[in-house]
Structure formats: C-alpha cells, structure tokens
C-alpha cells in the first residue's frame, strides 16, 4: 500500500447487513486506508465523497477516475 493514493470500496453496507454478510466493508480495511501515511482518499460506492479529488467524476451510475 506504499504507492497507493486512492481507493476505491465497492460496497452497499445497507444490503450487506440486510443479507446477514457481516462487517461490509471491514472496519479494519477501512482504517487502514484513512489513516496510512501520506493521506490517500477513500470512496465508497454507498457513500457521498466528503472530499472528491479533481480527477473523480461520480455519478449514481460509475466512479471514473482520470490518471
């Protein structure tokens, strides 16, 4: 995870709870990914972004990033 600066957490948590799948996405997952060093951004599908990079386009239909 050295190079990596974004992530990308394909996940619908409602439906993974409602299906009885257990912890989705795992907390530890998501941890590690928050607070790695430098920073990176996390997304998630079933999340509105907090902060959306400048090469990010979301829609309700796709993540697009640009490299």
């Not at 990308?8 to 299906?19: G, M, N, S, Y």
């Not at 309700?60 to 640009?66: A, G, H, N, V």
């Given at each position: 995870?050295?190079?990596?600066?974004?992530?990308?957490?394909?996940?619908?948590?409602?439906?993974?709870?409602?299906?009885?799948?257990?912890?989705?996405?795992?907390?530890?997952?998501?941890?590690?990914?928050?607070?790695?060093?430098?920073?990176?951004?996390?997304?998630?599908?079933?999340?509105?972004?907090?902060d959306l990079p400048?090469?990010?386009?979301?829609?309700?239909e796709y993540f697009?990033?640009?490299?």
């Amino acid at each position: 995870m050295k190079a990596l600066k974004i992530a990308i957490i394909p996940v619908d948590e409602k439906e993974a709870k409602k299906k009885h799948w257990g912890r989705m996405p795992l907390p530890e997952l998501t941890a590690a990914l928050e607070n790695k060093k430098p920073p990176m951004t996390v997304l998630r599908t079933d999340q509105e972004p907090v902060d959306l990079p400048n090469n990010a386009t979301i829609t309700k239909e796709y993540f697009e990033l640009r490299l």
